[in-house]
């Protein structure tokens, strides 16, 4: 079910066309952690491996004040309308007609997870239509304008959160059922109005909306602790350096990727000194010792493993000590093979192992002149250094 679910072709429409009455003026272009409000959960979305349509649904301002931003991301954009329902039908003719899932969230909540999208897409693929929603935590009183009417029973009651989710065809056919209706704060009421069960998602109270400038500051306050953005988040660098004897007759393996040579790197492992290098790197920047102590030389049962189980292992160290990787720079020293028709590749193949984008992966190899033992192509060398990101 899952498999077949990660297949489906999901789409997101991300709506921030508000006036920000109770802010005090628009909200999408604040500034939260150094970055515009709505940036947040586009860049959420556009993470996300199964959205592959992401339209956001705003004003002129935004989008010019945004357009560099949004071009870089590929996102499609459409025009506000008057409420945000017709925002949202604005946002479903921007998308093309092949969509199974579209995902409907709203621009003021910065704190969506990856986890919360996939969870509310597979509902949606098994119900319909989900909502994510979490339990109210306060009392409930309903009034009749002056005095309390009734206490309700507050275990019946959700505080629905976006994003909502749907298979394409509820959600457009119950927006159709109902052409004129305006007032709806949420599709989901205009689904259930068309007779269509809606399933509930537990959701997480740090999804919030940023609606009152104390949001704002909450906000800030979650996302430090999550995203380590917050002042607390501290900055370290590590250094890493390897050598291996180059060897007739073994596979060269530079970066977790196999290079053509007619020689390879001598080692307990599959000799990858650059992803040896890279490993005690970040092992440095936390302090947290070097590969050996992790895999160490005598242990025989790990002879011959691919270095990337190393990079598994040490990734892991990183996560135990709050911490991540965000950028890395390496040299390579050898003569032999020249590797610059290779640096793409390796850039490429050290990204996926360690979850970076490629701009934040750097590869350079140089020759050693001739001399020693580099010069004659006995050995290879790799230096390199990391900045990690401890929160
Ligand atoms: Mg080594």
């Not at 997870?113 to 509310?120: L, R």
């Not at 440095?284 to 002879?303: N, Q, R």
Request: proline share 4%.
């Amino acid at each position: 079910m899952a498999a077949k679910n990660s297949e489906q072709n999901c789409a997101a429409i991300i709506v921030a066309g508000g006036k920000g009455t109770r802010m005090g003026g628009p909200k999408q272009c604040l500034d939260l952690c150094g970055k515009p409000l709505l940036l947040h959960s586009v860049e959420t979305f556009r993470a996300n491996k199964r959205i592959k349509h992401l339209v956001v649904v705003s004003d002129a301002k935004t989008f010019k004040q945004l357009d560099k931003e949004f071009q870089r991301l590929g996102v499609r954009r459409a025009n506000g309308g008057e409420t945000r329902l017709q925002s949202v039908r604005n946002g479903l003719r921007a998308l093309p007609e092949c969509v199974d899932l579209v995902a409907v969230h709203d621009g003021a909540r910065p704190l969506v997870s990856d986890a919360a999208i996939n969870e509310c897409l597979d509902a949606a693929a098994r119900h319909g239509a989900a909502v994510p929603a979490a339990p109210v935590k306060d009392t409930l009183k309903e009034s009749d304008g002056r005095f309390v009417a009734k206490t309700p029973d507050r275990k019946f009651y959700w505080a629905a959160q976006t994003p909502q989710c749907y298979r394409f065809s509820v959600l457009t056919e119950s927006l159709a059922k109902f052409p004129k209706e305006k007032d709806s704060t949420d599709e989901s009421s205009l689904v259930e109005k068309a007779g269509h069960k809606v399933a509930l998602v537990k959701s997480d109270y740090s999804n919030i909306k940023i609606t009152t400038p104390e949001d704002l500051l909450l906000a800030q306050a979650l996302m430090a602790k999550t995203k380590g953005t917050g002042r607390n988040a501290e900055l370290r660098i590590g250094i890493g350096y390897d050598i291996h004897r180059m060897v007739p007759g073994r596979p060269l393996f530079l970066g977790g990727l196999q290079i053509p040579h007619s020689k390879g790197m001598l080692g307990h492992s599959d000799g990858d000194a650059l992803l040896h290098a890279v490993c005690d790197a970040m092992l440095g920047a936390v302090s947290a010792g070097e590969i050996g102590i992790y895999f160490p030389p005598t242990d025989l049962t790990i002879m011959g493993i691919s270095s990337r189980v190393i990079a598994e292992k040490t990734l892991e160290v990183l996560r135990s000590k709050n911490a991540e990787l965000v950028q890395l720079d390496s040299v390579i020293v050898g003569e032999s093979p020249k590797l610059m028709t290779h640096y793409a590749a390796i850039r490429k193949s050290l990204a996926e192992i360690f979850g970076l984008d490629e701009s934040n992966v750097s590869v350079k190899a140089k020759s050693h002149e001739g001399m020693g033992e580099l010069g004659r192509g006995e050995a290879l060398s790799c230096h390199v250094i990391v900045m990690v990101r401890k929160k």
